[in-house]
């Protein structure tokens, strides 16, 4: 494969793999040695900058052509599976350093650095490198890709790689620039616009969340607020709801189901076994419309309901802003947007968190 051609197969194959990784989607790596992910973990968060870049930069030229040799970093190695590393580190790595907050350090020229001014990754070279524990990782990591020369291996490698990444990514800490005073209007327009981005439902779910836990805490109405990743199902995560209020027991006060798309009756019918079963007396369900042909069997459903202690509610998003946002005049809203970011640095990825910085930065 000429190197034109490898660094684009590299690029669109990175491209193709981060969006799994950034999305939450499932990796297939629980069953690598504990050992290789451990030595992965290690590098992708080492003192020694260049290490960062080696792992992710070997491993792609390995799984997008499988015959070049991911313990060489320089063609002038020589022998099978010679290829020049930096080259796609340069064009493909450092790129994707670039839009991801410099995650791995923001060098433009990763190879060129003294612990890489090697021919490979091998024991041979052990002497040249002030971080010997961090060089071993490294050989262990290549070494045992080669080894097994397997195509699945080394994709499965790489997505740990890439996994680790991620979470180095998500501990990248942004600065949410919450102004001292803002109107309720201008709070309510700018939260409109952050939410007008389709997310999976993770930035609803997070400012609907900050809303209910300032509301609860300003009124003295429950304790605490707890809320789940979204791409967990709440059956996984043991709670009723997206959102639980709870009380200084342990109770839930109120139920919340923040939905990021027009609230159906289904979405109500399928929470009702668990809010009954938690015996949960008051559940709002969140969403920004309600279907219109659903709209009198919910206001049914919601009176049967009643009857048997549950009191259920539906509101649009933006109702809600409109009537909460004055109640907590300047103060309360002061800590309803610092609120935001905090359930935004739990539970989403830096894209949505910096997103919200640009907002707070309007206001």
């Known amino acids: 494969m000429a190197e034109t051609q490898l660094v684009e197969e590299c690029r669109q194959n990175l491209e193709r793999l981060w969006t799994s990784v950034a999305t939450g989607e499932t990796l297939d790596v629980a069953d690598l040695p504990a050992e290789l992910r451990v030595r992965i973990q290690r590098l992708i968060n080492s003192p020694t900058k260049s290490y960062r870049y080696v792992l992710p930069t070997q491993l792609l030229a390995k799984a997008c052509q499988p015959d070049l040799d991911c313990r060489c970093l320089q063609?002038?190695?020589?022998?099978?599976?010679?290829f020049d590393a930096r080259t796609i580190a340069h064009k493909v790595i450092v790129p994707f350093d670039r839009i991801?907050?410099?995650?791995?350090g923001g060098s433009p020229e990763p190879y060129v650095n003294n612990p890489l001014r090697v021919s490979e990754i091998s024991e041979a070279h052990r002497s040249a490198q002030k971080d010997k524990a961090?060089?071993?990782?490294?050989?262990?990591?290549?070494?045992?890709?080669?080894?097994?020369?397997?195509?699945?291996?080394?994709?499965?490698?790489?997505?740990?790689?890439?996994g680790e990444i991620r979470a180095r990514l998500d501990s990248v800490r942004i600065v949410?620039?919450?102004?001292?005073r803002v109107s309720s209007d201008a709070c309510q327009i700018e939260l409109l616009r952050f939410l007008e981005h389709r997310s999976g439902g993770v930035r609803l779910e997070c400012v609907t969340a900050a809303l209910f836990e300032t509301v609860g805490t300003s009124?003295?109405?429950?304790?605490?607020?707890?809320?789940?990743?979204?791409?967990?199902a709440d059956s996984q995560s043991g709670m009723v709801t997206d959102i639980e209020c709870v009380d200084s027991n342990d109770e839930i006060v109120m139920a919340v189901e923040a939905k990021?798309?027009?609230?159906?009756?289904?979405?109500?019918?399928?929470?009702l076994p668990a809010l009954r079963d938690k015996q949960v007396a008051d559940a709002m369900f969140v969403a920004p419309t309600i279907e219109p042909i659903d709209a009198e069997a919910i206001r049914a459903l919601f009176t049967r309901e009643f009857a048997s202690g549950h009191n259920l509610y539906s509101i649009p998003f933006e109702q809600l802003l409109t009537v909460l946002l004055p109640i907590l005049r300047e103060k309360g809203r002061h800590q309803f947007l610092l609120a935001v970011g905090r359930h935004l640095d739990q539970h989403s990825d830096i894209g949505h968190r910096r997103a919200w910085a640009d907002i707070l930065k309007q206001l």
């Open 100 to 104: 991801n907050e410099n995650v791995l």
């Open 260 to 271: 990021d798309q027009t609230l159906r009756l289904v979405h109500i019918q399928d929470k």
């Open 75 to 82: 063609s002038a190695r020589g022998g099978s599976g010679a």
């Open 176 to 180: 949410y620039p919450v102004p001292r």
């Open 219 to 232: 009124f003295g109405l429950f304790d605490r607020v707890r809320s789940s990743r979204v791409n967990s």
């Open 134 to 162: 961090g060089w071993d990782d490294l050989c262990a990591v290549v070494a045992e890709v080669e080894r097994l020369d397997d195509a699945q291996f080394t994709r499965r490698v790489l997505l740990c790689v890439l």
